[in-house]
């Protein structure tokens, strides 16, 4: 019960940013070549979905 568990983190914590970065890279190349198409836009907003960029915090005071 707890080994799958440490696997289900292992999988979250290791996979799914590589795949992240794997798509931005992707989408990143594609557009580097062939200009700005729809398979480059939706990796990009794969990528960003599965792990979106730093956000500026906005300060209230």
């Given amino acids: 019960m707890i080994q799958k568990r440490i696997a289900q983190w292992a ?3 290791v996979a799914v940013p590589l795949a ?3 798509a931005r890279r992707l989408s990143h190349s ?3 070549r ?3 198409t729809g398979v480059s836009r939706l990796l990009a907003k794969g990528a960003d979905l599965l792990r979106p ?3 500026k915090r906005r ?3």
């Fill in 30 to 32: 594609l557009e580097a």
């Fill in 53 to 55: 960029q730093k956000v």
């Fill in 11 to 13: 999988l979250m914590a």
């Fill in 20 to 22: 992240a970065a794997g």
């Fill in 34 to 36: 062939r200009g700005p």
């Fill in 59 to 61: 300060r209230f005071w």
